[in-house]
């Protein structure tokens, strides 16, 4: 995995047919290097930190 960066937009996806995936921005790098945990504020308002697993996909900000 490349490293993340504040402002990139996540994905995780849901674990049962039943689990809506959910969908955030990254608010804070926490990790060295753009490594975890990153502090993700969920579309829905909900902020999280998150070591993300095999279960999520990246949308890389656009550079600036």
């Known amino acids: 995995m490349n490293a993340l ?3 990139d937009r996540i994905v ?3 674990r049962t047919v039943d ?3 959910r969908h955030g ?3 804070e790098v926490k ?3 753009g490594e975890p945990p ?3 504020r969920f579309d829905d ?3 999280s ?3 993300p697993g095999g279960d999520f996909s990246v949308e890389k900000a656009a550079a600036t």
């Open 5 to 7: 960066h504040q402002g």
């Open 45 to 47: 308002g909900h902020e």
């Open 19 to 21: 689990s809506a995936d």
């Open 49 to 51: 930190v998150v070591f």
């Open 38 to 40: 990153y502090l993700v």
């Open 12 to 14: 995780i996806r849901g």
């Open 31 to 33: 990790g060295a290097n």
């Open 25 to 27: 921005q990254i608010v």
